[in-house]
């Protein structure tokens, strides 16, 4: 069983910066990762880090203004997010999923991220 402790989220003007982190404990390997979901709308995947670290993934809407990095020895997972924008508003979670077929997935509780315009 994965297990999440989230933080790093909260209010901030559009044009800001947040960083959220994730501490995952549990038996490994997994792919981690951050989605999120707007009130009235369905969760959308946000980034993905691989196991090893080497590769990264983002969706069309945050490329080049997010960034996820993970500290190993932690098993910390992190979100850097730059020049916010009010549609980025919504609870952001943390996201496991193990490497078997098919893979096993777990959610974090989810922290929220409101950016004011």
């Known amino acids: 069983q994965v297990q999440f402790t989230e933080s790093g989220g909260g209010l901030v003007q559009a044009g800001g910066s947040l960083r959220l982190s994730c501490v995952v404990s549990?038996?490994?390997?997994?792919?981690l990762g951050w989605f999120r979901q707007a009130p009235g709308k369905k969760r959308e995947f946000v980034a993905a880090i691989s196991w090893s670290g080497q590769g990264t993934y983002y969706s069309e809407s945050v490329k080049g203004r997010f960034t996820i990095s993970k500290d190993r020895a932690k098993t910390t997972v992190y979100l850097q997010m730059n020049d916010l924008k009010s549609e980025d508003t919504g609870v952001y979670y943390c996201y496991s999923a193990s490497l078997a077929t098919p893979p096993q997935e777990d959610w974090g509780q989810g922290t929220q991220v409101t950016v004011s315009s």
């Open positions: 549990g038996a490994g390997p997994y792919a």
